[in-house]
């Protein structure tokens, strides 16, 4: 998995670079000019969703498929090829409910969704149209990777349920944009640190 990750960095840190420089300026001026208050948290938040986003396209549409994969229609049929907690299980079956997480996080907070309802039809058409891209672009369709998807969105959403409920019982100095602000940047410090 780590390799997994890392090799998702290698292929998309150009493009998330300048895309996020390109963002970054645009939202920058586009705060000054109106005379917006800027929020570090909800700022970097909605970077993160965009870097999210541009990591899942890049590894949707440029990973190397294994070249004996074929289009399954078939539910559950790959799943459960794989040994549980096998090299391909890991990478197929937890990969691609990882992959889905974020989705389900970000699109909750972002549409404020109360019931997983809503979420479970926009992961389906998320999920949907980028298998039907993949068999499009010589990839292959696989309805287990739309199965897995899903219950990471919808893992994604009672993830944010939690943090919405731990959040409530946190002291009200923490729920504070000035405490919230130093968390994020040194989260975000430590991020750079890493990378």
């Known amino acids: 998995m780590t390799k ?10 150009p493009m998330v670079l300048i895309s996020i420089v390109i963002i970054v ?3 920058l001026s586009y705060i000054i000019k109106n005379h917006q208050h800027l929020t570090l948290y909800k700022e970097l938040l909605m970077l993160s969703f965009i870097i999210y986003i541009l990591c899942l396209f890049q590894i949707v549409t440029f990973q190397d498929d294994v070249t004996w994969s074929t289009n399954n229609f078939i539910p559950f049929r ?10 391909l299980f890991i990478k197929n079956v937890l990969g691609n409910i990882t992959l889905f997480l974020p989705f389900g996080l ?12 809503l979420i479970i ?6 999920s949907i149209s980028i298998e039907c891209v993949q068999m499009m672009i010589g990839r292959v369709f696989d309805v287990d990777d739309i199965i897995l998807n899903l219950i990471g969105g919808i893992f994604g959403f009672y993830i944010l349920v939690l943090l919405r409920k731990i959040g ?3 002291p009200k100095f923490m729920k504070s944009e000035l405490f919230l602000n130093i968390l994020s940047a040194i989260i975000l410090i430590g991020v750079i640190t890493l990378i």
Do not use: C
């Open 4 to 13: 997994t990750i890392q090799g998702v960095i290698n292929m998309a840190w």
């Open 25 to 27: 300026s645009l939202r």
């Open 78 to 87: 790959e799943m459960f090829r794989y040994s549980l907690g096998s090299r």
């Open 106 to 117: 970000f699109t909750s907070y972002y549409l404020d969704i109360k019931k997983p309802h």
């Open 121 to 126: 039809i926009l992961t389906l058409i998320a």
């Open 168 to 170: 409530d019982s946190m």
